[in-house]
T-cell receptor
């Protein structure tokens, strides 16, 4: 069974600084997708960024980028120029191709210090 | 394009009562998923549909849980004879379909928070 591990329960970052959230996963599939979702307190879960396993290029979305290391099964999220609005729970998630259900990590709570 | 909607947003019930939650997916999304999230944890998959067909239901937590999507549009999740351990956030998500751009991406609703007293 696929598993997703987020080893950092909590992280903090100064406003305007950069922070990296870690995620590792375990799968025997070759075709899959990885996601980072953000869940602000008492608010809706929203997609931050996605990565297709067949793509070697790391995905980027404005201040958010990933470091996808397929051989190491690692998928970290880098947030640059952190803003107060980035404070939230961040979940790493995996699905293999075919629109199968997501497998989530336990999340990392990110605090942004003004 | 409206997002995924869920109703009600909050539900308080007494132990032993039945509750039903509704999810309306993004239009044209043919896959719909239900997850449960307890405090401090990541969402846990319960069941999912492709159109009206329920593709997986073995992960429903017990036979007190059931879900349907009768016309391939909205879905309902029912919990019968609720227990205090059922207290959680119930999340719904939808996705378009595999093979199209971003077809595998799941978009989440705001969730229904259930409290069983």
């Amino acid at each position: 069974a696929q598993t997703v591990t987020q080893s950092q329960p909590e992280m903090s970052v100064q406003e305007a600084e950069t922070v990296t959230l870690s995620c590792t996963y375990d799968t025997s599939e070759s075709d899959y997708y990885l996601f980072w979702y953000k869940q602000p307190p008492s608010r809706q879960m929203i997609l931050v960024i996605r990565q297709e396993a067949y793509k070697q290029q790391n995905a980027t979305e404005n201040r958010f980028s990933v470091n996808f290391q397929k051989a190491a099964k690692s998928f970290s999220l880098k947030i640059s120029d952190s803003q107060l609005g980035d404070a939230a729970m961040y979940f790493c998630a995996y699905t293999h191709s075919g629109n199968t259900p997501l497998v989530f990590g336990k999340g990392t709570r990110l605090s942004v210090i003004a | 394009d409206t997002g995924v909607s869920q109703n009600p947003r909050h539900k308080i019930t007494k132990r032993g009562q039945n509750v039903t939650f509704r999810c309306d997916p993004i239009s044209e999304h043919n896959r719909l998923y239900w997850y449960r999230q307890t405090l401090g944890q990541g969402p846990e998959f319960l069941t999912y549909f492709q159109n009206e067909a329920q593709l997986e239901k073995s992960r429903l937590l017990s036979d007190r849980f059931s879900a349907e999507r009768p016309k391939g549009s909205f879905s309902t999740l029912e919990i019968q004879r609720t227990e205090q351990g059922d207290s959680a956030m119930y999340l719904c998500a939808s996705s378009l379909r595999a093979g199209v751009l971003n077809g595998e991406t799941q978009y989440f609703g705001p969730g229904t928070r259930l409290l069983v007293l």
